[in-house]
């Protein structure tokens, strides 16, 4: 489950039923269905400045809000599974071997982008051991055959990785992308 998007999804569905309550409540205000506001009663009664901290509270809100804001739309941009250090130990008395997610993929990723027809890739493998699961986005060229870079990837790149790595299974999600730049030749 995509945590980042299915937070958004529910986020997203509970503002804008705030919005529409709001909106609701202003229309059926104005119609006078609802009598709980005078329509021709000002908004604020009297002309006077509320108290400072007022003022001082409303720009705390502005300030966190807007910090949310930020932090939403930076989450936005990082798209990729937390990884993390998986650890290799079957008896502790002889020590442990520690492998950081990422440098375990890099030799794979470089292998990745020496495919035929591949422009540009990258991977993240993240979970433990017990439940790995590896995210691919490759970037292709327009001319590039997907087909044979989905074989080239299922028939040789991963069983190598899922070897390497020592994995029965490796549940895999792969992106491809097209680049918008044409390919150089040479010749």
Not at 61 to 77: D, I, K
Request: glycine share 8%; with cysteine.
């Amino acid at each position: 489950m995509n945590r980042p998007a299915a937070l958004n999804r529910f986020l997203l569905a509970v503002i804008g039923l705030l919005l529409l309550a709001a909106g609701g409540f202003g229309l059926a205000t104005h119609f006078r269905v609802l009598r709980l506001v005078d329509p021709e009663a000002p908004l604020v009664p009297g002309t006077e400045e509320p108290p400072t901290w007022v003022f001082y509270v409303i720009a705390a809100v502005a300030v966190v809000v807007g910090l949310l804001a930020l932090r939403w739309l930076l989450a936005q941009l990082a798209h990729r599974p937390r990884t993390g250090v998986w650890r290799f130990e079957t008896d502790p008395a002889y020590g442990r071997t520690e492998l950081r997610a990422d440098d375990a993929v890099a030799p794979f990723v470089e292998e990745l982008r020496g495919y035929p027809g591949v422009h540009k890739a990258s991977a993240s493998l993240a979970g433990t051991r017990e439940t790995p699961a590896l995210a691919l986005i490759v970037t292709c060229e327009q001319d590039g055959d997907l087909a044979e870079i989905r074989r080239h990837l299922t028939e040789e790149g991963l069983p190598r990785l899922k070897e390497a790595l020592e994995l029965d299974d490796l549940p895999v999600e792969i992106e491809f992308r097209f680049t918008s730049r044409a390919a150089a030749r040479v010749g």
